[in-house]
Structure formats: structure tokens, C-alpha cells
């Protein structure tokens, strides 16, 4: 069963330094200023692995926040420290 995930960030920019930390090839595109990756993963053990590349690139680069979206949750990234599951 395939997951469509959806990561978006603040700028393109940002999203490209996520896309280069991720498995395969991904791109990241600009839609309405904010920085969008749309990719397809294979379950919920992958879709986990991507989450948590995200957490690990939004630390190392100290972004402002970032979030991520699969079925009918997501996870929120910000700079003040908490994290937010909605």
C-alpha cells in the first residue's frame, strides 16, 4: 500500500537541504513561497523513516518549522522547541 507524504517547510531552499537528506530522488518545488515535497512512501515503517529524516534535517539546520503530511495526520516541526501531532 503506497502513503502520498507531503513535506513543506518554509522556503524552497529549505525544502531542497530536506530533499538532499532523503532516500531516492526527490524534488522539492515552491508553491504559494513555501518550500513543497510530495513523494510516495511504501507503508508505515517508510513513512516513519522519512518522518524522522525530516526531524533530523530541521535540527541540523535549524529551520523554523516544518511539517509533514500523510494520510489524515501530520507532524509539526517549530524552532521553540515543541513539536506538535495533529
Do not use: C, Q, Y
Not at 1 to 25: C, K
Not at 32 to 54: N, P, Q, S, W
Not at 70 to 82: I, L, Q
Amino acid at each position: 500500500m503506497s502513503v502520498r507524504v507531503t513535506i513543506e517547510t518554509a522556503s524552497r531552499a529549505e525544502a531542497e537541504l530536506i530533499a538532499e537528506e532523503l532516500p531516492g530522488e526527490v524534488e522539492a518545488h515552491s508553491w504559494r513561497g513555501f518550500g513543497v515535497i510530495r513523494l510516495d512512501a511504501k507503508g508505515r515503517h517508510e513513512t516513519k523513516e522519512l518522518v524522522d529524516a525530516v526531524s533530523r534535517s530541521f535540527r541540523e539546520h535549524g529551520f523554523h518549522w516544518a511539517r509533514v503530511r500523510w494520510d489524515d495526520e501530520e507532524r509539526v516541526f517549530k524552532a521553540n522547541g515543541h513539536r506538535a501531532v495533529g
